[in-house]
């Protein structure tokens, strides 16, 4: 039961697309819908930016998005904002009720 | 309006046990498909999911730390109660408790209490 896997590091100029991953396994990215991405800036809380792999809650702006192919979980930032240099954190449910967080990304707007 | 809280010692000892109540209002953890969960991220590190209880009572403990943990709710007072044994210094991590849906994702958190241990 290890922790998903991310890129350490993303970055991008702003109004360009950055596109963080997590890639996981059959018995959790891939065998479940139940993947959300949160976004954290430096001492501050965690905030739910995705559910349900691709679901955005009310108040996250529409350049978020969410996907899934196999085993592997994505998030796209579109038009990146200065606002949006944070760390990522992708989660998931898995088998056996193991839930596990993924190992951050920092986005870094250039 | 949903908002929960985090609270307990700043310090403890190695050996110690620490406990941590996370107060709550906005809902009641006896609704149908609610959990409240406990988080926590050492300085400079990831996010590690602890353990969650929901509504019907049940828990779920993170494999590699489940001897050492305890949760527990009084759905009258709002309040999850977190017991970890045995700290020791690499147990020095920002605590959170947040509320979890049947969607498994994480939407309101607390402000996150920062524990340290160490003799």
């Known amino acids: 039961q290890s922790a998903l896997t991310q890129p350490p590091s993303a970055s991008g100029s702003p109004g360009q697309s950055v596109t963080i991953s997590c890639t996981g396994t059959s018995s959790d990215v891939g065998g479940y819908k139940y993947v959300s991405w949160y976004q954290q800036h430096p001492d501050k809380a965690p905030k739910l930016m995705i559910y349900e792999v691709s679901k955005r809650p009310s108040g996250v702006p529409a350049r978020f998005s969410g996907s899934k192919s196999g085993n592997t979980a994505s998030l796209t930032i579109s038009g990146l904002q200065a606002e949006d240099e944070a760390d990522y954190y992708c989660?998931?449910?898995?088998?056996?009720?193991?839930?596990?967080f993924g190992t951050g990304t920092k986005v870094t707007v250039l | 309006q949903v908002t929960l809280r985090e609270s307990g010692p700043a310090l403890v000892k190695p050996t110690e046990t620490l406990t941590l109540t996370c107060t709550f209002s906005?809902?009641?953890?006896?609704?149908?498909?609610?959990?409240v969960s406990w988080i926590r991220q050492p300085p400079g590190k990831a996010l590690e999911w602890l353990t969650f209880?929901?509504?019907?009572?049940?828990?779920y403990y993170s494999a590699s730390l489940k001897t050492r943990l305890t949760i527990s709710k009084d759905t009258s007072r709002n309040q999850v109660v977190l017991t970890m044994t045995e700290m020791d210094p690499v147990d020095t991590a920002t605590y959170y408790c947040?509320?979890?849906?049947?969607?498994?994702?994480?939407?309101?958190w607390g402000q996150g209490i920062l524990v340290t241990v160490s003799s």
């Open positions: 906005g809902f009641s953890l006896s609704t149908t498909g609610l959990f």
């Open positions: 209880i929901d509504w019907s009572n049940g828990k």
């Open positions: 989660y998931s449910y898995g088998d056996s009720s193991f839930y596990v």
């Open positions: 947040a509320r979890m849906t049947g969607y498994y994702s994480f939407d309101y």
